[in-house]
């Protein structure tokens, strides 16, 4: 068995395979197929300060080889989370991470400053990068000065491991992953979804409530592989790469263009266990060529 153990800064992941905020829950929703001990982390749903409703339905619709959703970042706040949610995922025997958005610096700062209290989650990936609110999220992820002001406000208030979470909608995604890294960012993670759109011909109307929706699955992973490879060599941070991975090949492919760990999101829709099968393939690939090591693959790909 390879030794697959993988390091972000402070955070040590038992394996690379961690799930995609907004299609794991908060992983006890999953634990009827995944023994969630087992996987090197979970990032829970996105939490805000105050909140949130959500989009208008219809939020969701499938593409070929995907899906596009505007879910808009539905939670019941902060708050919530550390009084309800926290007790419950607290004793999960794996990195617990939330996944935090925000309106303006200030206020993803009190979110993070909350979270930074509960000594069972050991690090954030801030979403800088949702497209399908229309108060914040992607509006910091596309300029390097709106994603500095982001990490840095929150840098001040959050000691702890911090990850920031890309936008692909941006022209030169290594400028903004450089702007995180002087900011004090500990890792970027990419990618969050690539703005789309869906029309209902009979209708003639967009089949999303706003029209446009963020595109996820198989479809994006040439993007995000090329987004991962242009970032990991722009940055000496650790990369987390993650957009259509679906099996243990895209999740090496991923590792070998630079990601340290990979993060598994629209998959976990058609099979609940996907990630399971991911670790135990990997360790498979890595025992069949005799690597001992996962980090050995880390950045193959010159
Ligand atoms: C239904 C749904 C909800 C999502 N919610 C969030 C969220 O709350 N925060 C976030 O950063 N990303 C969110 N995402 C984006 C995913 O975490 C991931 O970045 C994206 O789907 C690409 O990975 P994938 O192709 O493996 O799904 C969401 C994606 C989907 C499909």
Redesign the pocket.
């Known amino acids: 068995m390879a030794r697959l153990n993988v390091d972000i800064k402070d955070l040590r992941l038992k394996n690379p395979v961690l799930t995609?905020?907004?299609?794991f829950g908060y992983g006890l929703e999953f634990a009827d197929f995944v023994p969630l001990d087992e996987l090197g982390g979970i990032?829970v749903?996105?939490t805000t300060l105050a909140p949130r409703e959500g989009n208008d339905y219809p939020r969701?619709a499938e593409t070929p080889m995907?899906?596009l959703?505007c879910?808009g970042?539905q939670?019941k706040g902060v708050d919530f989370f550390c009084e309800s949610i926290y007790p419950q995922i607290k004793e999960i025997r794996t990195n617990m991470i939330v996944?935090v958005?925000g309106s303006s610096p200030e206020n993803y700062a009190a979110c993070a400053e909350r979270i930074a209290t509960l000594d069972r989650i050991p690090a954030i990936?801030l979403?800088i990068?949702?497209p399908n609110v229309k108060d914040g999220g992607m509006a910091f992820g596309v300029t390097c000065q709106g994603a500095a002001s982001v990490v840095s406000a929150v840098r001040k208030v959050y000691p702890k491991t911090l990850i920031v979470?890309l936008s692909p909608n941006v022209t030169n995604i290594a400028d903004i992953a450089r702007a995180c890294e002087a900011e004090g960012a500990d890792s970027v993670?990419?990618?969050?979804?690539l703005m789309g759109m869906a029309v209902d011909i009979e209708k003639r109307q967009p089949l999303l409530s706003i029209r446009t929706g963020?595109l996820?699955?198989?479809?994006?992973?040439p993007v995000?592989l090329r987004m991962v490879y242009d970032v990991a060599h722009a940055v000496k941070i650790p990369v987390i790469g993650?957009?259509?991975?679906?099996n243990a090949t895209d999740a090496l492919e991923f590792m070998m263009c630079g990601a340290t760990a990979i993060?598994?999101?629209?998959?976990?829709?058609i099979d609940p266990s996907v990630t399971m099968k991911v670790i135990r393939e990997m360790n498979a690939w890595l025992d069949r060529h005799g690597v001992r090591d996962v980090r050995e693959i880390i950045g193959v790909i010159a």
């Open positions: 995609a905020s907004g299609t990032i749903k996105g969701m995907g899906m959703n879910v970042l939670n996944n958005s990936e979403n990068s949702c979470k993670s990419l990618i969050n979804t963020g996820s699955g198989p479809a994006v992973k995000a993650l957009g259509g991975i679906s993060e598994i999101g629209t998959a976990n829709f």
